[in-house]
């Protein structure tokens, strides 16, 4: 009489094992990557629209907007904003149509010091969003962590819009997005590391990246405080710092990372665990408008980095609206 052998269980691999304890987010504005790797969640920005509208497979996005658009009765530059606004909510539309969870969509970087201005262009995106049957609570919509950008946040929370603070860089900022009740947060792992790779001339790896560390220092004071807010490490170098902050809250993941976690089957331990935290010792940070700009501008890390995205980011805004301009 023969015996049944039992099947061996198949080993989950690391992004498998990682979508246990983290809500995995695709970086990317690539919907075949998404249909691949099945992230819950994905965020989007200029940059990332403006390099997919150069793959074929996605120009007809850009052309269904401009003859949509057309005819709208703007003109100049309103024209071309009102294009690039549509672009990248339709892009955000068609991602959740393959995603289960949200999508963050970006303002506009050169609103990143102006309150107004931010509120305007969040309350827009999410109009538009709603024309096209989109719930609020399926759009998060990012903003820059400065002061002016987190004043913003605070008020559209107030008024059910989701905020995701991007360009974080440090405790100080995620402190201030806790006090705002912003529906989440983005701190820059990887732009952390750049910044002391090239300040300390040495290379980091494991629990002593500084882009990590940042993370965890996060991570920590939120779930020792209890604050709802969640945590999502964002820009990664590689692989090993994924796996660092395996347990975060959320991580947004690029497709080349993805499909590296993908190709290996090793164990994938949790690092960060609320229990951990609640023990953990925490000292309280108390805020007013001036010892958030004093502690800001003291992190010389944090402030140039802040700077910087800002820059890149609205020069991506800018090479989006050169190439609405040349198809008009």
């Given at each position: 009489m023969s015996t049944a052998v039992a099947e061996p269980k198949t080993k989950l691999n690391q992004l498998e094992q990682l979508k246990k304890f983290t809500k995995v987010v695709a970086d990317t504005a690539d919907f075949d990557t998404m249909k691949e790797f099945k992230p819950e969640d994905a965020t989007t920005n200029p940059s990332l629209v403006y390099a997919a509208t150069q793959k074929q497979q996605y120009g007809r996005l850009l052309e269904?907007?401009?003859?949509?658009?057309k005819n709208s009765g703007l003109s100049g530059h309103a024209q071309i904003e009102?294009?690039?606004?549509?672009?990248?909510?339709?892009?955000?539309?068609d991602i959740l149509q393959i995603v289960p969870g949200r999508v963050s969509t970006e303002t506009d970087a050169r609103l990143s010091y102006d309150v107004e201005g931010s509120i305007k262009k969040a309350r827009h995106l999410v109009d538009l969003y709603a024309k096209k049957k989109i719930p609020r609570e399926r759009v998060l919509i990012k903003i820059a962590s400065t002061w002016e950008g987190l004043q913003a946040a605070e008020q559209l929370?107030?008024?059910?819009?989701?905020?995701?603070?991007t360009l974080m860089f440090s405790l100080v900022q995620a402190v201030r997005a806790a006090e705002a009740k912003v529906q989440l947060i983005s701190p820059f792992v990887g732009r952390i590391y750049d910044w002391y790779?090239?300040?300390?001339k040495r290379d980091y790896t494991g629990p002593e990246d500084p882009g990590v560390q940042s993370v965890t220092e996060i991570y920590t004071y939120y779930k020792h405080f209890?604050?709802?807010t969640e945590v999502m490490g964002a820009s990664f170098r590689n692989t090993g710092q994924i796996r660092e902050l395996a347990g975060c809250d959320c991580l947004t993941i690029s497709p080349e990372l993805m499909e590296e976690l993908s190709k290996s089957n090793d164990p994938l331990e949790r690092?960060?665990?609320p229990k951990n935290a609640k023990s953990a010792k925490v000292e309280k940070l108390e805020l007013d408008e001036k010892k958030f700009k004093y502690l800001l501008n003291d992190n010389a890390m944090a402030y140039e980095k802040t700077g910087e995205g800002i820059r890149k980011f609205a020069a991506d805004v800018l090479k989006l609206e050169k190439l609405v301009a040349s198809k008009l």
């Amino acid at each position: 009489m023969s015996t049944a052998v039992a099947e061996p269980k198949t080993k989950l691999n690391q992004l498998e094992q990682l979508k246990k304890f983290t809500k995995v987010v695709a970086d990317t504005a690539d919907f075949d990557t998404m249909k691949e790797f099945k992230p819950e969640d994905a965020t989007t920005n200029p940059s990332l629209v403006y390099a997919a509208t150069q793959k074929q497979q996605y120009g007809r996005l850009l052309e269904e907007v401009l003859k949509d658009r057309k005819n709208s009765g703007l003109s100049g530059h309103a024209q071309i904003e009102d294009i690039c606004d549509h672009l990248l909510v339709q892009f955000g539309t068609d991602i959740l149509q393959i995603v289960p969870g949200r999508v963050s969509t970006e303002t506009d970087a050169r609103l990143s010091y102006d309150v107004e201005g931010s509120i305007k262009k969040a309350r827009h995106l999410v109009d538009l969003y709603a024309k096209k049957k989109i719930p609020r609570e399926r759009v998060l919509i990012k903003i820059a962590s400065t002061w002016e950008g987190l004043q913003a946040a605070e008020q559209l929370q107030k008024e059910g819009i989701f905020c995701n603070l991007t360009l974080m860089f440090s405790l100080v900022q995620a402190v201030r997005a806790a006090e705002a009740k912003v529906q989440l947060i983005s701190p820059f792992v990887g732009r952390i590391y750049d910044w002391y790779k090239a300040h300390e001339k040495r290379d980091y790896t494991g629990p002593e990246d500084p882009g990590v560390q940042s993370v965890t220092e996060i991570y920590t004071y939120y779930k020792h405080f209890g604050i709802k807010t969640e945590v999502m490490g964002a820009s990664f170098r590689n692989t090993g710092q994924i796996r660092e902050l395996a347990g975060c809250d959320c991580l947004t993941i690029s497709p080349e990372l993805m499909e590296e976690l993908s190709k290996s089957n090793d164990p994938l331990e949790r690092k960060l665990d609320p229990k951990n935290a609640k023990s953990a010792k925490v000292e309280k940070l108390e805020l007013d408008e001036k010892k958030f700009k004093y502690l800001l501008n003291d992190n010389a890390m944090a402030y140039e980095k802040t700077g910087e995205g800002i820059r890149k980011f609205a020069a991506d805004v800018l090479k989006l609206e050169k190439l609405v301009a040349s198809k008009l």
